[in-house]
């Protein structure tokens, strides 16, 4: 070789592994009939056309030269079709030599399908030389495919190629041209000069021969537990044994009884088990589960009907009715029913019963117990022939259960009945006076309290006791009466009723010391006409009436805002204000009934917590709106809640008019009714004036004997109007009486009143006034009633 002639590298490697290496493959036998399509049109020349076919013929002496194509084109290709998959690792490429069409670049690309082609690079070689003839080959790389394209995209001068030969190194797919001498269930995998055969899933052999494998019988199976394996050829199947559903592979449990394929009787429980079911008769029928027949409780003393009750059979059961006379539910009967409470007092109970006149009762126990309390027994008891007892000494405000049990002939029981009830409630009163307070106890309340020497902080200020009441009376000024005036717009006057232990003659004590705290609340306004300061109460934002069995709860509450989200408390007090802002206030009922309707009767304002009071505003007259400012935020009223905002204002020709009290009368009624005064809406002032005169003003402004009406204040609102003047001392002036209900250890009293007014009963009933403050009404001493308060309207 003459040494001046470059050796691509390619070529030698080539030579490297024809001397001495191990490479595997051969050059494929070309043919002309590879060539599937190429760039341009051939050159044709004495009949001899040059076209790419020419570069698979084996001859040096022809060439493939399209003459179509422009200087630099540097597209040029021809494309093969190897009729199988062949793996090509060499490619060998032979240049005219004269460096004008000598390849300098080219790419050799592969598509796994046909036209269209979806052409991949395997390799691309930028190393071929120009001006040699000489074979140059070039390796390094491996691709599969059926079709490939020789791509020349760059020659040594830019004109078109004039190739020689091309040639290919690879293996020869046996696989793919089906000369593999596999078996019919093997799988032909293809090698570098060679391929292996391996038996399918299935089937067991050198591949050469395959014989198929019984999974089944050699444990290879993935069926489910539940299921039977069945061998097939090359393969087996699952199928869940009878009582379970899948594909053999996962079987679940079916439940016959949840989709009705048991065979349970209609009278039979059916219940599911692993795979199956089980069947068993209802009580009151026997048999196997899926036979079942009645059984007669009646007939084989298998009843529970009590001994004065008769038994009935059914169908899977029976029936127990009490005798005649006997009251129950045929397994418990009694001749004792119908058991009332006549009267509920504070510390008795009385009740009564009907019994069976042919019971031949010998005796009665009366046994009572408190709920989470042992049980007591009336002594003495009623007798054989009483309807009637009173229980003394309970407890107020507490949930007892009552049982009568009447005993007959060998004292056996011969009935028994029960009932609960509530004792009543302790109310007690604080009024609230120019120099005074008061607070009174009922004594039914007082058990095991020496009341005669009850007195105040000061021990000289005793009670007076009568045989219903003890009343303890405080100055503001003495019995020891604590004064409180660290806010600057409020007075705040605090006693206490102490009270011993009753000691025995014996000198037994017992009961535990008694000692309870009361105050009225004032707020302090100082008046020029007086040239002193005025204490006022401060109204409280709830009355309760209570009618009968039914409890109505007016609420009258002062917003911040026009969200009607928050209101004022009684520490906020007198609310500072301003000419240009509004009041915003809500009225509301609270009650366990339905069908209620809440109406503004009468809204007016005062310079004090007396609706009668001069000079007065009129907000709201006869359910008509009076001052022109008022509004009603529809969208938060509903039957039960009313929410205004009105304009502030204050009061012509007075000395100090600053001060502003809103007086509310609220009706309510059942929307039912159409006699109700809510149903008759405003009465405007001419409605009322014919009235009048035609003498029906009874008949215009009548009501309903089932609404219930109510008036609760709310205020002070302070309108900033100019500097206020101060006087050195304080003196007590207006004052409201009021009556407030024991709340811890702390009585609380406001202006407004909470009313209970309780309808057919008792004379003990008739006086139960009471007082809620801040938002709570409180009743019972040892309990404190906040937590059953209601809340604020929403």
């Not at 009961?511 to 306004?525: A, H, W």
């Not at 007014?757 to 403050?773: L, T």
Request: aromatic share 8%; charged share 20%; with cysteine.
């Amino acid at each position: 070789m003459d040494p001046r002639v470059a050796v691509p590298v390619g070529l030698l490697v080539l030579l490297a592994l024809a001397a001495g290496g191990t490479a595997q493959g051969v050059w494929l036998e070309r043919g002309p009939s590879w060539v599937v399509d190429s760039t341009g049109t051939p050159w044709v020349e004495n009949g001899v056309t040059y076209d790419a076919a020419k570069a698979l013929d084996g001859d040096t002496g022809t060439y493939w030269n399209t003459e179509s194509t422009g200087h630099n084109y540097n597209n040029w290709y021809i494309v093969l079709d190897l009729a199988a998959p062949h793996t090509i690792t060499r490619v060998a490429v032979n240049n005219y030599g004269d460096t004008t069409h000598d390849t300098a670049v080219f790419t050799l690309q592969k598509s796994q399908v046909g036209s269209p082609y979806n052409w991949e690079d395997v390799v691309t070689v930028t190393t071929v030389q120009g001006g040699t003839d000489q074979r140059q080959e070039f390796g390094g790389f491996q691709g599969t495919a059926r079709y490939w394209r020789f791509l020349i995209t760059e020659t040594h001068s830019g004109w078109q190629p004039w190739l020689t030969e091309l040639d290919f190194y690879g293996d020869v797919d046996e696989c793919a041209d089906g000369t593999d001498n596999c078996h019919a269930q093997a799988t032909c995998t293809n090698t570098d000069g060679s391929f292996t055969c391996d038996c399918t899933e299935g089937y067991s052999g050198n591949g050469v021969n395959c014989t198929d494998v019984d999974e089944c019988a050699d444990g290879t199976d993935n069926c489910h537990a539940q299921a039977t394996c069945t061998n097939t050829d090359g393969s087996f199947t699952c199928d869940c044994t009878e009582g379970y559903s899948g594909n053999g592979v996962n079987c679940t449990d079916v439940d016959e009884c949840a989709d009705g394929t048991h065979n349970c009787h209609a009278q039979a429980t059916c219940t599911n088990t692993d795979g199956s079911f089980i069947c068993e008769c209802t009580d009151g029928h026997g048999g196997d589960g899926v036979t079942c027949a009645d059984i007669d409780e009646c007939a084989n003393g298998t009843d529970n009907c009590h001994d004065d009750a008769t038994c009935s059979n059914t169908d899977g059961g029976f029936n127990c009715t009490c005798y005649e006379g006997y009251a129950g539910d045929g397994v418990t009967c009694t001749g004792l029913s119908d058991l009332v409470f006549t009267d509920v007092g504070m510390d008795y109970v009385t009740l009564s019963w009907t019994a069976f006149v042919n019971m031949n009762i010998t005796r009665y126990r009366l046994r009572y117990r408190p709920t989470g309390a042992s049980h007591r027994d009336l002594s003495p008891p009623p007798s054989p022939g009483d309807t009637a007892a009173t229980v003394p000494g309970l407890w107020a405000d507490t949930e007892y259960t009552f049982t009568l049990t009447a005993f007959g002939d060998g004292d056996q029981e011969i009935g028994e009945i029960s009932g609960t009830n509530t004792t009543a409630e302790v109310i007690v009163n604080v009024e609230c006076h120019e120099d005074h307070m008061t607070v009174t106890f009922p004594r039914a309340a007082l058990p095991a309290v020496d009341v005669d020497n009850m007195h105040l902080l000061d021990a000289s200020c005793g009670a007076t006791v009568t045989d219903t009441e003890v009343t303890l009376r405080a100055g503001l000024q003495d019995c020891g009466t604590i004064q409180d005036s660290s806010e600057a717009d409020k007075f705040i006057f605090t006693n206490e009723a102490i009270a011993s232990q009753l000691t025995s003659d014996n000198g037994a004590v017992r009961g535990t010391p008694f000692s309870k705290r009361f105050r009225c609340e004032f707020l302090r306004q100082y008046v020029v006409a007086q040239g002193r300061e005025i204490l006022y109460n401060i109204p409280s934002p709830r009355v309760q009436v209570v009618d009968a069995e039914n409890s109505f709860t007016f609420e009258m509450h002062m917003f911040t805002s026009s969200d009607f989200t928050a209101t004022y408390n009684s520490d906020d007090y007198p609310v500072q204000v301003t000419s240009s802002d509004r009041l915003h206030f809500g009225l509301s009922v609270n009650s366990p009934l339905n069908d209620l309707q809440l109406f503004a009767l009468r809204c007016l304002a005062t310079p004090s917590t007396d609706p009668d009071d001069s000079p007065s505003v009129s907000i709201i007259q006869d359910g008509c709106d009076v001052d022109t400012t008022l509004q009603l935020d529809t969208e938060r009223s509903n039957d039960m809640a009313l929410y205004y905002s009105i304009q502030s204002f204050t009061f012509p020709n007075i000395d100090d008019p600053s001060l502003v009290y809103i007086h509310c009368t609220m009706v309510v009624c059942f929307q039912s009714d159409p006699d109700s005064r809510c149903s008759q809406g405003c009465i405007p002032p001419s409605r009322r004036r014919r009235a009048v005169s035609d003498l029906s003003e009874a008949r215009v402004r009548r009501a309903s004997e089932t609404d219930h009406i109510t008036t609760i204040s709310q205020g002070p609102f302070k309108v900033e109007n100019g500097q206020e003047e101060a006087a050195p001392l304080p003196t007590v002036g207006i004052a409201v009486g009021t009556a407030a209900g024991i709340a811890g250890v702390l009585l609380v009293a406001a202006a407004a009143f909470l009313v209970r007014k309780r309808r057919g009963r008792g004379a003990k009933e008739q006086a139960e006034d009471r007082v809620g403050f801040d938002n709570y009404s409180f009743e019972l001493w040892g309990k404190d009633k906040a937590a059953s308060a209601t809340p604020k309207p929403e």
